[in-house]
């Protein structure tokens, strides 16, 4: 009986505790909302799948990312407005993006800071910042060098590029005497731009060296004469060589001057002092030979002239003009100057030390050389340098001693600056060769581009219009629109908005 009943008893179903609902996005255009800090938002990013929560979004509400919290309950009117595309099985909002820029942005939702990966260029970075409304305030401040390094980089070449366009352009309601200023200051200042520019620019860099060589020959004693006072003078023949060098000179600076655009900005530029400091001795010693004698003795009219003659060694600055290594030597001291004061000042403390301390050290003999500090100072000066005269060296034993340590106290104080000095010529020449190649490379996007528009054959179809068209039944901006504007968001400063560079180009 117990075991037919036993039998006979149902069993039991086991009692499971209840599961949690997750928490996922409600259907588009539904009503139904769901606590912001609980949802799983779902991005695929170029590929790369992300699963990030509404509590760590919603720290940031004005980014793209935490506008998806509540996007669907706008329809697909505002789905479309912030991503590309979506999947309304999976839940996963779609972007075509950079996946490794993304990777870096959303460390703000987790560190309070962007920092950018090395490899990634500065101005993509920023446009993907952009377009996920992070405030650029988050970007650490070494990326933000990285970013303004870039952005002056391009600026060069914006700048470089309109040169270029507004030499090639002709305005016809220009007049004639402004057209010609155009092509005489581009015959002169651009040698690259006809063949006749390169031969007048090569022709003045020889005239440099023809003077320079003048000048020199001038001083030697088996070239010079005698005159009828007795003295010596250069040979007339080198005077007329060098005065058919100041006409050229002269006659090249008053066209440059002429044909400038902004005559003011001409006369104080460094160069073209240089180019007045070259010619302007000529015509002041030859107004003080034939007018200086009038007002004051021939002796200090002399004086004068010969004062004034060593001023033409400026003329050798002007191949600076004509060398774009002169041009990066300069600018590379001119970025250099903490090292060389460093350089400066370990010489100044050196120099001090090492000549008190000689000075002190040969008071015993009783030849000594060393008569006073400020006399050791010269010393000091040509031994740290390692030049060494020999007018004054010590005698004692002591005094060698602390010659020898100051010889090579001197060889590191030297060395110690020469390699940032290097890296600073190497970094300027390098940036000046990429900045002209990507010039050249803008230009040639340019006539493609226009080629493209135009329908030459330099122009190729676009792949996107041989796609199929989408239904007419999808919400939203078309897939070839979105693509365009994903991809065509970086400009180049400066430049107007015909003359864009995509930002697939940009890190070229």
């Not at 086991?14 to 539904?30: M, V």
């Not at 009219?301 to 060694?313: D, G, P, T």
Request: aromatic share 10%; proline share 5%.
């Amino acid at each position: 009986m117990d075991a037919s009943a036993e039998q006979s008893l149902p069993e039991e179903p086991e009692q499971s505790l209840p599961e949690e609902p997750e928490q996922s996005l409600p259907e588009p255009g539904s009503q139904d909302s769901v606590a912001g800090d609980d949802i799983e938002i779902v991005v695929n990013v170029g590929g790369v799948r992300q699963v990030l929560y509404g509590d760590l979004l919603s720290q940031y509400p004005e980014t793209r990312l935490a506008e998806l919290i509540d996007c669907l309950a706008g329809g697909y009117d505002t789905i479309f407005s912030l991503c590309d595309d979506y999947d309304p099985g999976k839940r996963e909002f779609y972007f075509d993006r950079d996946p490794d820029a993304f990777k870096c942005v959303i460390e703000v939702y987790y560190f309070g800071e962007v920092h950018m990966k090395k490899g990634i260029c500065p101005i993509c970075f920023k446009n993907e910042m952009d377009f996920w409304k992070v405030d650029l305030k988050f970007l650490d401040d070494c990326c933000k060098s990285h970013l303004s390094e870039k952005r002056e980089e391009l600026e060069e070449i914006a700048r470089r590029v309109q040169l270029i366009l507004d030499d090639l352009g002709v305005d016809a309601a220009e007049g004639r005497w402004r057209r010609c200023q155009k092509c005489v200051w581009k015959f002169l200042e651009k040698p690259e731009s006809s063949c006749p520019a390169r031969v007048v620019a090569v022709l003045s860099f020889l005239l440099i060296l023809v003077s320079s060589v003048v000048m020199c020959m001038g001083t030697i004693p088996e070239l010079q004469v005698v005159d009828a006072e007795g003295n010596r003078v250069e040979h007339p023949t080198l005077e007329n060589v060098e005065t058919a060098c100041i006409g050229w000179f002269t006659l090249e600076y008053l066209l440059r001057l002429f044909s400038s655009p902004n005559k003011l900005h001409f006369a104080l530029s460094f160069m073209n002092i240089v180019d007045v400091l070259a010619i302007l001795p000529f015509y002041v010693s030859l107004t003080l030979t034939h007018l200086g004698a009038r007002m004051m003795e021939l002796t200090n009219v002399q004086q004068a002239v010969q004062a004034l003659r060593i001023m033409r060694i400026a003329r050798i600055f002007k191949l600076a003009r004509h060398s774009s290594g002169l041009q990066t030597l300069t600018y590379a001291l001119k970025r250099s100057f903490k090292e060389l004061g460093l350089l400066l000042m370990y010489l100044a403390v050196g120099i001090f030390v090492f000549s008190a301390l000689g000075y002190t050290m040969e008071q015993s003999h009783p030849e000594t050389l060393f008569k006073s500090i400020p006399q050791s100072f010269w010393w000091a000066i040509i031994t740290m340098t390692t030049v060494g005269y020999g007018d004054i060296y010590p005698k004692t034993t002591l005094g060698k001693l602390n010659a020898a340590i100051s010889f090579l106290c001197g060889v590191i104080a030297i060395a110690l600056p020469i390699h940032p000095i290097i890296n600073n010529f190497v970094r300027y020449y390098n940036k000046q060769r990429v900045l002209e190649t990507a010039a050249k490379h803008e230009l040639e996007l340019m006539e493609l581009n226009s080629g493209s528009a135009e329908g030459k054959p330099g122009g190729s179809r676009s792949d996107l219009d041989t796609l199929p068209p989408e239904p007419a039944a999808r919400e939203g901006p078309s897939w070839g629109s979105r693509l365009k504007l994903s991809h065509s968001d970086t400009f180049i400063p400066l430049l107007t908005e015909k003359h864009h560079r995509t930002r697939l180009q940009s890190c070229k």
